[in-house]
């Protein structure tokens, strides 16, 4: 049973540019969370898909986007890159459906804006 | 802005004592959930605990969640080297159609000395 996956594992992006990460919830799970991780920090919450909609929204710019696709898979968008965006992004499966309240996180995708 | 705020920042320990980690949280909460991050890699759910419950036990962790205090404590007992690691503490808030928002205080970096 494959648990949450997340791809690329790193990306260098310039400032201005735009990037998009990916990933896929475990086996049995319908939502998708997005949570921010900067240096030294705990994660901070983005939003989060459920049947395809954003559910909640974090305290983030509308540069911050997603979508979540018919199989729960989920992709976020970065638009104009700035500097601050370099962290840590992870990505989190759960269950509404199953009552699941117990999230669990992929590995992460390690931005660097330069 | 981060609801969690655990304490102490940094625990250094030897093997084989117990470690106790502390966190409190602003608000009202709907679970608590601990997590567990190697080397700035992916979170590891360790154990959740909801507003009803008082202690719940995994293995050799032993969590306490007194919400009228608004705090909850992690005990590792017989720690090992591989429990170095940082140990987040989030605050779940169950939303209609929707899993968990989670809040995350900054963690506490825990080492255990051989």
């Known amino acids: 049973d494959a648990g949450v996956t997340q791809s690329p594992t790193h990306l260098i992006k310039t400032r201005g540019q735009q990037v998009t990460l990916r990933c896929s919830p475990k086996s049995g799970h319908d939502t998708v969370s997005w949570y921010q991780q900067a240096l030294g920090q705990g994660p901070q919450f983005i939003f989060q898909y459920y049947e395809e909609e954003e559910r909640q929204r974090g305290n983030f710019p509308d540069r911050f986007s997603g979508h979540q696709f018919p199989n729960y898979s989920s992709e976020l968008n970065v638009n104009a890159l700035l500097l601050g965006d370099s962290a840590l992004y992870l990505c989190?499966?759960?269950?509404?459906?199953?009552?699941?309240?117990?999230?669990?996180f992929g590995p992460g995708t390690r931005l660097l804006v330069l | 802005s981060q609801q969690g705020e655990e304490d102490p920042q940094a625990l250094s320990i030897q093997e084989g004592e117990n470690a106790t980690m502390n966190c409190s949280y602003k608000?009202?909460?709907?679970?608590l959930q601990w997590y567990r991050q190697n080397s700035g890699r992916g979170l590891v759910h360790l154990i959740l605990?909801?507003?009803?419950?008082r202690e719940k036990h995994s293995g050799r962790l032993r969590v306490t969640l007194d919400t009228s205090k608004k705090s909850s404590s992690l005990l590792i007992t017989a720690s090992r080297a591989a429990d170095t690691a940082s140990y987040f503490c989030a605050t779940g808030r169950l939303y209609t159609g929707a899993n968990s928002k989670l809040t995350f205080g900054k963690g506490i970096t825990l080492s255990v000395r051989p």
């Open positions: 605990i909801r507003s009803n419950e």
């Open positions: 608000t009202s909460i709907n679970n």
């Open positions: 989190a499966s759960g269950g509404v459906f199953r009552g699941l309240e117990t999230q669990y």
